[in-house]
């Protein structure tokens, strides 16, 4: 994780990332001591984001990939750091919370390396192992960040998982779908 500088995207004041950090990787716990967690591609996100990403990485789903494959998180495919834009792409209506650098899209979860790796798609997940695998995933989410949409929520999100730490009506109030 490194300090970025966001290049200007878009003259919107609303489009603005606090202390933004340019995620290429997260150090968690691994089975043999540290591990590392690659982004493909490295998104742009506020300090405040990338912290609780890791937390959750590091406490819930590195457990759920060693209990559900014995295999350690080594990568993320995500999509959707910062990015000017209204929620769900619409022309009009409220700033989404990817134009700050506080939503993150993940598309995928790759475990283990070599010719062990399991790629484990949001979209399209194979079996029931990987089915179970990602609703457990879902839970824990709905646990780590203030929003959670993933496939079954809305078309916009059929093929990805949005996890977002924007506070809603009170600091315990989550939105999980």
Do not use: Y
């Not at 202390?19 to 493909?40: K, W, Y």
């Amino acid at each position: 994780m490194t300090a970025a500088t966001p290049a200007p995207q878009d003259s919107d004041p609303a489009c603005r990332v606090s202390e933004p950090v340019r995620v290429e990787a997260l150090a968690i716990r691994g089975q043999a001591g540290s591990a590392t967690v690659f982004f493909e591609p490295p998104p742009l996100l506020s300090c405040a984001m990338a912290r609780t990403l890791a937390d959750w990485l590091d406490r819930s789903v590195q457990p759920l990939a060693r209990g559900h494959f014995e295999r350690d998180l080594v990568a993320l495919r995500v999509g959707g750091g910062l990015e000017c834009r209204r929620r769900n792409r619409a022309s009009a209506g409220p700033v989404s919370e990817h134009a700050t650098g506080q939503a993150l899209d993940i598309f995928a979860f790759k475990l283990g390396s070599g010719a062990e790796a399991v790629q484990v798609a949001v979209e399209k997940p194979q079996g029931l192992a990987q089915n179970r695998f990602l609703d457990a995933i879902r839970q824990s989410a709905c646990g780590a960040f203030m929003t959670t949409l993933g496939p079954g929520s809305d078309a916009a999100h059929a093929d990805h998982l949005h996890v977002d730490i924007q506070e809603r009506r009170s600091p315990a109030s989550r939105f999980c779908q």
